[in-house]
């Protein structure tokens, strides 16, 4: 078991990942609390209590995986617009790479641009042959988001999501597609 605390810092032309905050919290408790953000990620939306065990479910992840969600800040003005990462609970079927950027941001290419960035810090430290995301079957924008990334839709498959059963689609990208886009 790892247990490391330090969360890594990645840079991008617009975007910092960095370690999550305390005071990123209410930010983050207002999307998950909004239902069209929500629906795609387990469904329903979260009251705090909820809100505040999945915001220290990401930041746990890093003390036991040695790698997690980072927080997703805008640099031109710091505004908190999401969180973006790895993560691979119990039971999981793979290293996801995952990204959920609150409504007020959607449409920027925010989540691409650090889904990107978190592709690739996980294929250059995790002994991984293939990074998946899980996206809901009706969320076209994640769908779009994942083929830009280079990911390929798989199968379907039935898990459990903050509580809750959930269908999702797995899509993903293995190492040698990966190497193959960043020589291209």
Same mark, same amino acid.
């Given at each position: 078991m790892i247990l490391r605390s330090e969360t890594a810092r990645i840079e991008t032309k617009r975007l910092i990942l960095r370690e999550d905050r305390a005071s990123d919290f209410d930010a983050f408790a207002g999307f998950v609390a909004d239902?069209?953000? %929500?629906?795609?990620?387990?469904g329903e939306p979260m009251s705090r209590s909820e809100a505040?065990?999945?915001f220290a479910y990401g930041i746990g992840h890093w003390v036991l995986r040695g790698y997690g969600f980072w927080a997703?800040?805008?640099k031109e003005d710091g505004v908190y617009l999401g969180r973006v990462?790895?993560?691979n609970p119990e039971g999981w079927p793979g290293l996801e790479v995952g990204w959920s950027i609150g409504k007020p941001y959607w449409g920027h290419g925010y %989540?691409?641009?650090a889904g990107r960035e978190a592709i690739d810090y996980a294929f250059r430290t995790q002994p991984v042959d293939r990074i998946i995301s899980t996206i809901a079957p009706e969320n076209s924008a994640s769908?779009?988001?994942a083929m830009k990334l280079g990911e390929s839709l798989g199968g379907r498959i039935e898990l459990q999501v903050h509580g809750r059963p959930c269908l999702v689609d797995v899509w993903s990208i293995d190492r040698a597609e990966w190497?193959?886009?960043k020589t291209a």
């Open positions: 239902a069209d953000f %929500a629906r795609y990620i387990g505040w065990r999945t997703v800040e805008r990462g790895m993560t %989540a691409t641009e769908q779009a988001v190497q193959r886009r």
